[in-house]
């Protein structure tokens, strides 16, 4: 006899065999995955950071997952215009580049500060023994930048100092794109640049802080320098933080495997995940492209500013 329980308990048969029929089809059509990674720090540094997260999303996924350590940040934007990157780890403007040139990649989760918050800042650091106390003190002097499609260092730097009436490319005597926010750092702590520019989010949470953890940081003798050797001069307006995005085009089904991965990380591989920021960051939460509009501006405006000076 057929009962509405016979019934409901049939669709619900049937549900889960579509839904593990639909994970296996998308599982064949994708065995192996790429993950990229723009290179905040050096190659080992992000290889190291990530390698536990990765292994824990390859678990989750069922499929293999490949880290890629970006040899720029454009890599990561071409990368997946090609299709050859199935998930991203950008910076704001590297991610804005890509959807301003048409790169079909949608973000999905966003990193978040220990207070709850979903930003960071640019900022200027110079050495605490230079006599430079503000960035009108730096007239011909050089400045190291990171990385063309870098937020922090590049386009808010710039857009910074357009504020203050300043052009870069007139009133350094040469500016230097570093390839990484590490370094920008050993640049200005070896004496190749009189200021870099870099990311901070909190007094105890920065590239900077995270590189003398690791005494990486040391003057061009060799002397091993301290928080207290650094000055910061200028201060951004806050900078949304750095989204993991997907390719548009992907399953949909697995697109919402991908992202219950990430929001799970915290609590299924509690090591992974702190691994990732040191520790100092809260579980990722959900994002979207609308929220990265500002940085499109942004880029935008800083685009301009090259035009005219060209």
């Known amino acids: 006899m057929i009962t509405r329980r016979t019934v409901l308990a049939s669709a619900a048969s049937l549900a889960f065999v579509r839904t593990a029929t639909s994970a296996e089809d998308w599982k064949a059509k994708y065995p192996e995955i790429t993950f990229a990674v723009i290179p905040a720090e050096n190659g080992s540094g992000v290889t190291e950071r990530y390698t536990p997260f990765v292994n824990y999303l390859s678990k989750e996924l069922g499929i293999k997952v490949t880290l890629r350590v970006a040899n720029d940040y454009a890599a990561v934007i071409e990368g997946q215009r090609a299709g050859n990157i ?31 918050s979903k930003g960071y800042y640019s900022v200027f650091y110079v050495l605490a023994k230079s006599p430079y106390q503000k960035i009108e003190d730096l007239k011909g002097k050089n400045l190291g930048l990171v990385d063309p499609n870098s937020t922090s260092g590049n386009n808010m730097p710039r857009f910074k100092m357009n ?61 091993p320098l301290k928080k207290e050797d650094f000055r910061i001069i200028v201060k ?28 799970d990380a915290s609590e299924k591989d509690k090591e992974a995940f702190k691994k990732l920021s040191d520790g100092k960051n809260l579980p990722w939460q959900t994002v979207t492209n609308d929220d990265y509009n500002k940085t499109i501006e942004l880029i935008k405006f800083v685009d301009n500013l090259r035009k005219k000076a060209s």
């Not at 495997?257 to 929001?263: G, H, Y």
Request: hydrophobic share 40%.
């Open 236 to 263: 951004s307006d806050l900078i949304i933080n750095s989204p993991y995005a997907y390719l548009s085009d992907l399953p949909e089904d697995m697109k919402a495997a991908i992202k219950k991965a990430f929001l």
């Open 163 to 223: 504020q203050m009436g300043i052009d870069p490319d007139t009133f350094f005597s040469q500016v230097v794109f570093t390839g990484s926010h590490e370094n920008a750092v050993l640049a200005l702590a070896q004496g190749t640049v009189d200021v870099c520019a870099n990311w901070w989010n909190a007094d105890d949470d920065s590239n900077l802080t995270r590189m003398l953890s690791k005494n990486m940081v040391k003057s061009s003798d060799g002397t």
């Open 86 to 116: 199935q998930i991203g780890y950008y910076g704001p403007a590297s991610f804005a580049r890509a959807r301003l040139t048409g790169v079909k990649t949608d973000a999905f989760v966003i990193d978040v500060n220990s207070d709850g």
